[in-house]
């Protein structure tokens, strides 16, 4: 099956540090991935895009990489403040570029003043 | 725009009920999908719709439950009946195309 996986364990970081939270993909290559964040009883909420030939992309604090060799997509926030605590989701089509989304399980941040 | 509309916000209802969810997607967005999320499997799709056309229901966990999409403005999951291990969070999503998708509030549902 087409796996999506996270850290499943809670990233606890100090205000202004990077958070770095990681997604691993298997038996498949997406043609891109995609970021959410879901804040408790709320949906998820899209972040970013990133495509398989692009390396890196960039939205205000916030960076996703995709290496295609390792099968990862590194998702970081820069000067973390306590308003990023949330779920941070990632998402791939899965085969077929159809509509069908895979999530992973997700990766609850907490940024502590 | 209001952004996806979901309802009930919440329901909480007995086993071998009828349960009913409804869904207005963003005006335009012809791509319309139902997920569910619980702790232990977390977000799951259950069907996908594009032009009101369903393409993929093989996550519908099994014949007590259904969608329909009779408009490009509206959408309906129902389960019936309906059981306690069906308690979860439902939300519904739409979107232009296989892009960002744009998800509800959700309904928090209970099944007793």
């Known amino acids: 099956s087409q796996k999506i996986e996270q850290n499943s364990e809670a990233l606890n970081i100090q205000e202004g540090k990077t958070a770095t939270l990681t997604c691993n993909y298997t038996n498949y290559s997406p043609a891109y991935l995609q970021w959410y964040r879901q804040d408790p009883g709320r949906g998820p909420v899209f972040l970013l895009l990133?495509?398989?030939?692009?390396k890196e992309k960039r939205k205000e604090r916030l960076k996703v990489t995709f290496d295609t060799t390792l099968k990862q997509s590194l998702f970081h926030i820069t000067a973390s403040q306590p308003a990023d605590s949330a779920t941070y989701l990632c998402a791939h089509h899965g085969s077929g570029n159809t509509g069908k989304l895979i999530f992973g399980q997700g990766t609850t941040l907490q940024v502590k003043p | 725009d209001a952004g996806v509309i979901q309802s009930p916000r919440h329901e909480v209802t007995e086993m071998g009920q009828e349960v009913t969810l409804r869904c207005k997607p963003i005006?335009?967005?012809?791509?319309l999908f139902w997920y569910r999320q619980t702790m232990m499997r977390g977000l799951e799709l259950l069907i996908y719709?594009?032009?009101?056309?369903?393409?993929?229901d093989s996550g519908m966990p099994e014949d007590r439950f259904s969608a329909k999409m009779p408009n490009a403005s509206f959408s309906t999951l129902k389960i019936q009946p309906s059981e306690p291990r069906d308690s979860a969070v439902y939300f519904c999503?739409?979107?232009?195309?296989?892009?960002?998708?744009?998800f509800g509030p959700g309904t928090r549902l209970t099944v007793l």
């Open positions: 719709f594009n032009n009101n056309v369903p393409i993929d």
């Open positions: 005006s335009g967005h012809n791509s």
């Open positions: 990133i495509r398989e030939n692009e």
């Open positions: 999503a739409s979107s232009y195309g296989y892009n960002e998708q744009f």
